[in-house]
Every structure is written in structure tokens, then in C-alpha cells.
């Protein structure tokens, strides 16, 4: 049975999923992408992790390899046009962090672009720390030495393609085309060297959320719109042709709104990919014998990796739009506020000095001195005894001034006493 948390996550995070997939705003992307991916809570966990990681010097092995790859990532986009920039000096800084912050694996030339993505959009600190989640939580094993994990998804995502488009999936068993020749590149970049800049966007938003799923729906859409129908394959005769048609994709298949809607809309689900997934492994351990990168399990998304790694659990209360002092009284409540103990003293002073200077009079009993108004409201001397039953002058005229004199101090205390709270928007 869930509790009030678990509801209270299971509504959020669908309609976070709904947001992914209708595109998170520019404004807010960057912000997102951190808290989706564990990378906030990350970078929490590890404070002055990075700047230690940044002041090292570094494998002079991989220093050598990420420097020839700086100029080669988006060299039009303003932050990586020029030599030596700002763009390109975050860039290392970024990848040289996680050679020695993962000095086994080291560096991979294909996470150069995904660095590059998350730099677009966060400091360096926070790119960094995005860019291990994807690496050990999205997409482990990817970028390993002997690229077996990504040999795995590709024999997961041709056994998917079946399902999805029989005739693609025959044209390439006939081809005898290994998923290696045209898959690499779209899943280890997370497509962001295949589709438009408004796609990649759209389906890193989509990808954060969801998780892999989403990498292998965009696969197997592209494979089904440019070789799915006898049409399509009349140009592609042999095996030269089949992988310029995928290098040389149509422009009307990558378009943001079409692309994006067949990628929701594909039934391929989790648990299929699950499924699929530990198919292939047994017949891998058949074939090759066990793998040998080690790498941690696939999470599948934001919702799984904020189970595995919580963060700080804020406590659920209402949030008021009206805000009311202590001492004002609640709507609809009967009788006057108790006014708070710094006040009671502030009049017991005050009546003090008012004896002492002979301003009260000497017959005035102790309870009729008990209730004065708070310093600051603007009465009479005679405003300032209550109405006694036993006292109380009969004299209907005496009474309507100091019933008048009440009511205007009682609205002047409400207007000043309500005060509007300002409401942050905030996206998660």
C-alpha cells in the first residue's frame, strides 16, 4: 500500500513526464536536466569533488586524445568556435575530470559531444557531475574499453526491429549488416551528431525523464521510416546503400513534432527492453563467454534513479496564499486575539509611566487596566479604558464615538494585519 509520499511522487513524476515529453521550457532546461539525472544530488553529496578533480594534472595519455577532440564539437555553435576559449577550456576541463575521476574507463571520444550538450546549458561543475550519471546510471558500459555494452544493445534493438518493422528488420538480415555500422554513433552520442538541434533537445528532455527506452525508440524509429515499406528499399540494392540511406537520413522523418510523436507512441516498453535484454545476454555468454566489463545496472529513468540515490525529502505541508500575524485572529473565530507577551509587557510599562505621571486616574480598578491597545494605534485617553457593564457611562453619546473610534482601529488593523505571501515557481 502506498503511503502519502509515494502518491505524492507517483502524480508528480507524471506529470513531469508529461512536461519532457511537451519539452521543458529553454529557461529551465539546464536546471532540470540536473535534478532528472541525480546530478543535483550528486554534486550535494560530493562537495569540492570537482575543483579537486580540476586541480589535478591529469593522464598525460588521454590529455593528448581530448585535446585534438576539442575543436571537432559543434565548431559553429558560439561557445566552441574559437581555439582556446571559454567553451573549449570548460570542455577539458570537464572530461579530464572524469578520466580522473574514472581512471579505469578513462575517456571515450564519443563523450566529448555529450559533455558538449550539457555545457550548453550548466556550469562546468554541473555538466560534469550530469555527464557521470548518464555515463554510470543511463548508459553503463557504453563507454568502456572493448564497447560491449553497446554491442549488446545493438543486438537488444535488431531483436526489438522485428517486432517494430518486419520488413526493415528482413531488408538487414539479408544485408547481413551488423547494428554496430549504423547504431554506434546514434546511442553513444544520445543523437546529438544525427538529429536537428530542436530534436536533440526534445529527446534528451524525453531521455532524462524516461531513460533508455527513449534512445532505443528513436532507433527504431528512424529504422522504420527509411526502410520500412518495399517503397523505400527499391534504392537501397545492396549494403553500400542501406548505410547511406541511414548516414543521409530524410529531414522529414528527424522533424521535431513528427519525430516526437512517434517516439511516444511506439509500444516498446521497459520491461521489453528488460526482457530482450537478458535474451541476448545468454546468448552472448554462449557464444563469447561472460562479459568482461563489469559495469552497474541500467536505471531506467528519473523515477528509478531517485529511488536508488534519494535525495532530501521536503516536508509536505500546505502552502498558504494569505499569510496572517500571530496574533490576528483566524476567519470565521470567535472573540478577540489574545495579545502576544511582549506586548503585555510593553502595556504593563506603559501603564506604569502613565501612573507615574498621572495621567490615569487614581480610582481606575486593576481591571479595567488589564486591556489597552497595541503600541502604535492611534486612540484617545479615553479609548483606552474598556467598556465595563458596571462603569459604562449611559449616556448614548459618549458611546458612539468610542464605538466609532473601534471600528475604524479594528479595519486599520486588518488591512495591515493581511499580507499577501509571493509564491516562487518553481518546475519541480
Known amino acids: 500500500m502506498l503511503n502519502n509520499w509515494d502518491k505524492w511522487m507517483a502524480k508528480k513524476h507524471k506529470k513531469i513526464r508529461l512536461r519532457c515529453q511537451k519539452g521543458i521550457p529553454p529557461s529551465l532546461r ?12 550528486k554534486l550535494q553529496q560530493n562537495p569540492g569533488k570537482f575543483e579537486e578533480l580540476d586541480m589535478s594534472p591529469g593522464d598525460s595519455k588521454w590529455l593528448d586524445v581530448i585535446e585534438r577532440d576539442l575543436h571537432r564539437q559543434f565548431p559553429f555553435h558560439e561557445m566552441f568556435v574559437s581555439r582556446g576559449g571559454h567553451g573549449q577550456q570548460d570542455l577539458f576541463r570537464v572530461l579530464k575530470a572524469y578520466t580522473l575521476y574514472r581512471p579505469e574507463e578513462g575517456y571515450c571520444q564519443a563523450q566529448a559531444p555529450i ?12 555538466a560534469f557531475w550530469c555527464l557521470v550519471q548518464i555515463c554510470e546510471k543511463y548508459l553503463p558500459g557504453y563507454y568502456s574499453e572493448k564497447l560491449e555494452a553497446i554491442q549488446l544493445d545493438g543486438e537488444i534493438l535488431f531483436s526489438l526491429l522485428q517486432k517494430v518493422s518486419p520488413v526493415a528488420h528482413k531488408h538487414l538480415s539479408r544485408q547481413k549488416i551488423d547494428p554496430l555500422l549504423y547504431m554506434t554513433e546514434w546511442f553513444m552520442c544520445a543523437f546529438a551528431r544525427t538529429l536537428p538541434w530542436g530534436s536533440v533537445l526534445r529527446v534528451w528532455d524525453m531521455f532524462f525523464c524516461e531513460g533508455v527506452k527513449i534512445i532505443f525508440r528513436v532507433g527504431l524509429v528512424l529504422l522504420k521510416h527509411a526502410l520500412g515499406s518495399p517503397e523505400k528499399l527499391k534504392a537501397c540494392q545492396g549494403q553500400y546503400e542501406t548505410i547511406e540511406r541511414l548516414r543521409s537520413l530524410s529531414p522529414k522523418i528527424m522533424q521535431e513534432a513528427f519525430l516526437v510523436q512517434e517516439v511516444i507512441e511506439l509500444p516498446v516498453t521497459e520491461r521489453q527492453i528488460e526482457r530482450e535484454h537478458l535474451i541476448q545476454l545468454r546468448r552472448w555468454q554462449e557464444t563469447r563467454g561472460e562479459l568482461q566489463c563489469r559495469s552497474p545496472p541500467r536505471l531506467h529513468g528519473a523515477k528509478a534513479i531517485l529511488e536508488a540515490e534519494p535525495g532530501p525529502r521536503p516536508t509536505l505541508q500546505p502552502s498558504p496564499s494569505i499569510r496572517l500575524p500571530p496574533d490576528a485572529p483566524l476567519p470565521g473565530s470567535k472573540g478577540k486575539p489574545k495579545p502576544p507577551k511582549q506586548t503585555q509587557k510593553e502595556q504593563k510599562e506603559q501603564q506604569k509611566q502613565a501612573k507615574a505621571s498621572g495621567q490615569l486616574d487614581k480610582t481606575l480598578t486593576p481591571s479595567q487596566a488589564t486591556v489597552v491597545p497595541t503600541v502604535g494605534d492611534a486612540c484617545t485617553p479615553q479609548d483606552v479604558l474598556p ?20 471600528q475604524h482601529s479594528a479595519h486599520h488593523h486588518s488591512q495591515e494585519s493581511l499580507t499577501s505571501q509571493e509564491s516562487e515557481d518553481t518546475y519541480l
Open 30 to 41: 539546464g536546471r532540470a536536466w540536473q535534478y532528472l539525472s541525480g546530478g543535483k544530488v
Open 387 to 406: 467598556k465595563d457593564p458596571v462603569h459604562q457611562d449611559p449616556a448614548p453619546q459618549d458611546s458612539a464615538p468610542q464605538d466609532s473610534a473601534s
Open 115 to 126: 559533455a558538449a550538450v550539457l555545457l550548453m546549458h550548466m556550469p562546468a561543475e554541473q
